[in-house]
């Protein structure tokens, strides 16, 4: 099983990034598909989350309204679409992957991380 995120970079606060996460190897599209994030001495956050068939989508507090979560199960690919970045958003953006129907915003009941990409926003 194998997560691959991509699409970090830098970026000007108000500006926006396309975090992609391809799977292999894996059920993807029964399982529950999220991203959360880790800034420097924080702890590990979720971000948002998807249900396996789109059909809901699931945000923390601090991303909602300018994170919008999608899927697609025949490319096997979730995406993290970021508007109005802002320094606060900086940090390592991790794929997840939770197998049956539920999400979860614990770490401890991810199933699958992908590799991590870096997201650096300006001010």
């Known amino acids: 099983v194998q997560l691959q995120a991509s699409g970090g970079g830098l970026v000007q606060a108000g500006g926006s990034l396309r975090l992609s996460c391809a799977a292999s190897?894996?059920?993807?599209?029964?399982?529950?598909m999220g991203w959360f994030r880790q800034a420097p001495g924080k702890e590990r956050e979720f971000v948002a989350a998807?249900?396996?068939?789109?059909?809901?989508?699931w945000y923390a507090d601090s991303v909602k309204g300018r994170f919008t979560i999608s899927r697609d199960n025949a490319k096997a690919t979730v995406y993290l679409q970021m508007n109005s970045l802002k320094p606060e958003d900086t940090a390592v953006y991790y794929c997840?992957?939770?197998?049956?129907?539920?999400?979860?915003?614990?770490?401890?009941?991810?199933?699958?991380w992908g590799q991590g990409t870096l997201v650096t926003v300006s001010s």
């Open positions: 997840a992957a939770r197998s049956g129907s539920y999400y979860s915003t614990n770490v401890d009941e991810i199933s699958y």
């Open positions: 190897g894996h059920t993807f599209s029964r399982s529950v």
């Open positions: 998807i249900s396996w068939s789109g059909g809901s989508t």
